[in-house]
């Protein structure tokens, strides 16, 4: 098990806060955030490539907080390919093993049996300049793997490779993790998160907001920037919060109210799917969040629309390709949308 | 053209019958050799400090840099003779260096290690900043992947560094052993004898006129040109 134990690090006019989290053997541990929020500088400083200010970090109960960098045994994958240039891929994938003194015929069969696993045995006696991208990412992480680490720290492993290749890349992750390598992975794309993690930790300007598996905190996200990371979009803080009858009553600002059945607090804020923000058509009974605005915008996409409504706020309504075409709605239309109180969740 | 044009119109005046003659003498082959071996070792010796002290130059940060960095260009900038007075005083008998190499039984006033001293001294900054060039070229990320992947620092140098700023080194040393062997200014303070060729040539011209010390400077650039051209097509596979 990997403990990060109240992990703080300056750095400029940036600072790693207080930053804890735990990671069992064999689990897929993935870290999102956007560009900036310390991420890579938390992945160096468990690597040790950097010393934090304060923290410890403990590996099966050992604190290996003042380990020399090639003493850790961790893997780092960078994200910028540090395929070395004047190796060929052979040579690369045997860097780690020529340091720890096997014998050659050794070397020979890690290397193909490494190469065999990433499927790059075709690529071993190539320059690293003759390779794509998505090439190179393989030889590095067949290189890590090379030297066995305790645990595969990988660094946006999918940024700037084409969307096939990053579907390859996922799913040669997940056989890794399904062989049993601990993996922790450091990405900003939220659909890489949920479709690999075991656990997500939400890192925003050097400290983890959330930490748990993947569906429970994007249905349950408790910031608004782990909303916003989560594609939500609806995400409104109340002024002021009161509870009328059996409902709690935000309102957002003057003359505009937004009703959850859920018990709130003063102060809380409220995120809304989009998905449950529903369209009203004329004569359609209405009771309670029912809002008439303005269509701003209709944002295409291959499995539905967004339609952005100003109704004192923008609201945002996801509608689907059949529903869209039976609605016949533009852009500057009037419309009436309507919100069920069990679908407006407090955070 | 301005650059040619000299060595074109020595070339022309001397007759080939006085090259090869001259290729004959023993003096004058005596004193190549000196001067190649002399230059040569001054080069591989001084590498030995020069290229780890370019790497740190060229990758860690500390106090007085500048300053250091001001030393190694010294030798540029301050005349050969100077030069050669500063190395005499520093290697001549009576200093800590002479006394040392007096238990040997060296004067090196007048040795080939002499000579070699005052060929580093004054051709080691081409080495230094070249090398730290090609350091400083090199992505410290890459040394960063192989600290991680388990190599010590000095295999990081000499496995990652090295052979990646090898173009830069190796176009260092060769400019250093070039400016070894043309010295004059300051060898010739330190040992008028044993004669390194840029003394031969003066000498010649000195007491026997231009024509007698043309066929010997020809002579000369001919090797050192034949050396080049060697060196680099030895290292032109390992930089490709």
Known sequence: MLEVENIS?????????????????????????????????????????????????????????????????????????????????????????????????????????????????HLLHRKPASLSGGELRRVAIARTLAMEPRFLLLDEPLS?????????????????????????????????????????????????????????????????????????????????????????????KEGLNIYSSETCVQGSSIFIREDEIKFLQPGDPADVNFFDGIIT????????????????????????????????IHSGDRARIKIDPNAVKPV | MFLIAPIAGMFFATPVSDVFESSKDKEVRDSIWLTLFTAMGATLVAAIGAIPLAYLLARKEFRFKRIVLGIVDLPIVIPHSAAGIAI????????????????????????????????AFVSIPFLINSARDGFMNVPVRLEKAALVLGASPI???????????????????????????SEFGAVVIVAYHPMVTPILIFERFGSFGLSYARPVAILFILVSLLFFIVLRLLTKNKNA
């Open chain 1, 9 to 121: 690090k300056k750095a400029g006019d940036f600072s790693l806060k207080d930053v804890s989290f735990k990671v069992s053997s064999g689990e897929y541990f993935v870290l999102l955030g956007v560009s900036g929020a310390g991420k890579t500088m938390l992945l160096d400083i468990i690597a040790g490539l950097r010393r934090q200010d304060s923290g410890r970090i403990v590996v099966d109960g050992d604190d290996i907080t003042h380990v020399r960098v090639n003493k850790r045994g961790t893997g780092l994958v960078f994200q910028d390919n540090t395929v070395f240039p004047h190796l060929n891929v052979q040579r690369n994938i045997a860097y780690p093993l020529v340091g720890k003194g096997f014998p050659k015929s050794e070397i020979h069969a890690r290397v193909l049996k490494w190469a065999e696993t990433i499927d790059i045995v």
């Open chain 1, 160 to 252: 700037s490779l084409d969307v096939l290749i990053q579907y390859d890349m996922m799913r040669l992750l997940k056989k890794l993790h399904n062989s049993g390598q601990t993996i922790i992975h450091v990405t900003h794309d939220y659909n890489e998160a949920y479709t690999l993690a075991d656990t997500l930790a939400i890192i925003n300007s050097g400290r983890v907001e959330q930490t748990g598996p993947p569906a429970e905190v994007f249905q349950h996200p408790a910031s608004r920037f782990v909303s916003v990371l989560a594609g939500i979009r609806n995400f409104f803080t109340g002024i002021e919060t009161k509870k009328i009858n059996e409902l709690w009553c935000h309102t957002i």
């Open chain 1, 297 to 328: 915008d209709i944002i295409p996409s291959p499995e539905f629309y967004t339609v952005v409504v100003d109704a004192g706020a923008n609201f945002f309504a996801r509608v689907t390709n059949e529903d869209m075409k039976t609605m016949n």
């Open chain 2, 88 to 119: 005499l005083g520093f290697i001549s008998r009576g200093t800590a260096l002479g006394k040392f190499a007096s238990v040997f039984g060296v004067d090196l006033v007048g040795h080939p290690i002499g000579i070699s001293i005052a060929m």
């Open chain 2, 155 to 181: 295999r990081v140098f000499f496995s990652i560094s090295l052979p990646l700023a090898w173009k830069n080194v190796v176009s260092g040393l060769i400019m250093m052993f070039a400016r070894g062997m």
